[in-house]
């Protein structure tokens, strides 16, 4: 038997509920959910673990998966969104502060270049907290 690795993305939605799912292929489908990043990982490992032993029942085939979690930017702005001042990012990033309050909602997807621009930012952002003596 071998261990899978699959990535498993984490979104959030404009009402700060989380989700997690994966592309990678699986012989079942499977998703989490929860009101925190933490509930809907918890799920979605847990709903895996309910299908895995059903399909095993099933076809008698044992499945076994690590997952990698990945937040995207909804899921990222979320999460921090008490630290991080959309102006202060808007202001490292170039992105304007209704963009990213798009983006930090759900109701938009920044393309890659737009997602690297964010995290660089957030970098930088961390980089000049880290410089105060």
């Known amino acids: 038997m071998t261990t899978k690795k699959a990535t498993a993305h984490i979104e959030c ?3 700060g509920f989380y989700s997690v799912y994966t592309n990678d292929e699986f012989p079942f489908g499977f ?3 929860g009101k925190t990043k933490e509930e809907a990982m918890e799920d979605f490992v847990e709903t895996f673990k309910a299908f895995r032993d059903d399909h095993q029942k099933q076809t008698g085939e044992y ?7 990945v937040m995207d930017i909804s899921a990222l702005l979320q999460e921090f969104k008490d ?14 502060k209704v963009m990213l309050s798009q ?6 997807h920044p393309k890659p270049a ?6 660089n930012g957030i ?3 961390g980089r000049k907290c880290l410089a105060v003596q």
């Open 13 to 15: 939605n404009k009402n």
């Open 31 to 33: 998703f989490g959910e």
């Open 63 to 69: 499945v076994e998966a690590e997952f990698y979690f």
């Open 83 to 96: 630290i991080i001042n959309l102006r202060a990012l808007s202001d490292v990033t170039g992105i304007s």
């Open 103 to 108: 983006y930090a909602c759900g109701t938009r």
């Open 114 to 119: 737009q997602r690297q621009r964010i995290i």
């Open 123 to 125: 970098h930088e952002m």
